[in-house]
């Protein structure tokens, strides 16, 4: 018996380490890039998509491996959120003021498990502290999506990321920075010297891309929605230090105005932009500019009781249909997010975001859209790219993200509403984290 246990023992790392294949079986496989689905049998070895075939699959006998049957349900890419906030959406204003802050964190960690089972298998976080996150996750010491995080918003003094109390002193003379600068939700930087400064910061923790705001916001509380934001030259320093380390900056911008600004300083995309006039639009298209817009605006989409905010809140909805239709007219290249914040009772509607977009795109633009497009997206950050290879496609050689779908989403988005009854297998990087397939 000793030697029994003794041998199982020395076994249990091995097996624990061993590189295992995961095979499923006749599904309808939708490959993010192409208006149409085929039957085929689906072989994953270790995180890789490593073979696609209508034939059987044979499996490595050598390995560990498990057999899935797929009963042609629908496989489609894992959905990707291109402008999500880890750590903000899963707490509120007041908690980042003035929570204890290892609550804050746990409660976020625990959202973006609540994001993976959405069927989210990556998102790019564009404001918050989430390397801890991050990192947690890409050990598998905590369920969630693939972060591509920015790390600290930057933001001038009384710009979008300014999150100080009207109690605390002027920046020049304070001893000591904001609570949220502290959590790294945002950092204030004013003049090149210091932008350049906080863009390396970011870069330092190990952030994907830089996020700049070029503008006001509906969300922050003393910057009017209108005000443009960072000079050219400024955003220029962050947009040099970004590119020499091979990465881009994005914007936080809704007008004209800040969009013309952040395009003349050389980034490559711009989010939100739900007020910019048609011309604006054109010029993203003929520069070959991200916008990376979210589908604002709907019934009971105001969820600001300040009168200031509520106003800007319905304004920007307002101007989401206009941006829909101006894009699809030029072209332009079009990314899909949510940006959901400081309601974590919302964030189980994130799927619902998927579902409004019918309102200006057919059901395959979408899919395309949260799939395989705004993987494009992310593999701008080059090799500042956590997670090389690639996404948002089911193909050989791909990462090994994907959902079965108890429906076809082609001819029915709706199902990907209700993913806790639909969304019957969810894998990322090879890994199963939800098997609900009901047995023959």
């Avoid at 490595?60 to 797929?70: A, L, R, W």
């Avoid at 001893?175 to 010297?193: F, H, K, Q």
Wanted: proline letters at 5%; one cysteine or more; glycine letters at 8%.
């Amino acid at each position: 018996m000793k030697k029994v246990l003794l041998f199982l023992y020395c076994l249990f790392p091995l097996l624990i380490n061993a590189q295992q294949q995961v095979l499923i079986n006749n599904v309808q496989l939708f490959n993010g890039k192409d208006n149409k689905t085929e039957t085929v049998n689906v072989l994953i070895t270790g995180n890789v998509i490593t073979r696609i075939s209508k034939d059987p699959v044979a499996t490595n006998k050598s390995m560990m491996v498990t057999i899935i049957d797929g009963q042609q349900r629908f496989l489609m890419p894992g959905m990707i959120d291109a402008h999500w906030h880890s750590f903000m959406c899963a707490n509120t204003m007041t908690d980042m003021m003035m929570g204890e802050q290892s609550f804050l964190f746990i409660r976020a960690a625990r959202e973006s498990e609540q994001t993976l089972l959405r069927g989210f298998t990556a998102v790019r976080d564009l404001a918050g502290p989430v390397f801890g996150i991050k990192r947690a996750i890409d050990q598998g010491l905590q369920p969630g999506p693939r972060i591509y995080a920015s790390g600290a918003m930057i933001s001038q003094t009384a710009g979008h990321g300014d999150f100080r109390l009207p109690t605390d002193p002027p920046r020049m003379s304070a001893r000591e920075i904001s609570r949220p600068e502290a959590l790294g939700v945002g950092i204030i930087a004013d003049g090149s010297d210091e932008v350049l400064v906080a863009t390396r910061e970011q870069l330092r923790h190990g952030a994907s891309q830089i996020k700049l705001a070029a503008g006001g916001g509906v969300a922050s509380l003393y910057d009017p929605l209108e005000a443009t934001q960072y000079s050219v030259e400024e955003m220029k320093a962050a947009v040099q230090a970004a590119a020499d380390w091979g990465t881009y900056v994005t914007v936080h911008a809704y007008t004209t105005a800040a969009i013309k600004r952040a395009v003349a300083a050389g980034v490559k995309c711009i989010d939100h932009g739900h007020l910019m006039d048609e011309e604006c639009v054109k010029l993203l298209a003929d520069k070959g500019i991200w916008l990376s817009m979210q589908p604002f605006g709907g019934p009971n989409s105001n969820t600001y009781s300040d009168p200031k905010q509520a106003a800007d809140s319905k304004m920007v909805g307002e101007g989401t249909d206009h941006i829909y239709q101006w894009a699809k007219k030029y072209k332009v290249k079009l990314a899909w997010g949510t940006d959901m914040l400081f309601n974590p009772a919302a964030t189980k509607n994130q799927n619902q975001q998927v579902i409004r977009m019918k309102n200006w795109f057919s059901n395959f633009e979408i899919l395309k859209m949260i799939t395989s497009d705004n993987a494009q997206l992310l593999a701008l950050s080059g090799p500042r790219n956590p997670y090389p290879g690639k996404l948002g496609v089911l193909e050989e050689g791909a990462l090994a993200d994907m959902l079965l779908v108890d429906g076809d989403v082609l001819k029915n988005l709706e199902l990907l509403g209700d993913p806790e009854k639909n969304l019957l297998l969810i894998i990322k990087d090879g890994k199963i984290f939800k098997n609900t397939i009901p047995r023959p």
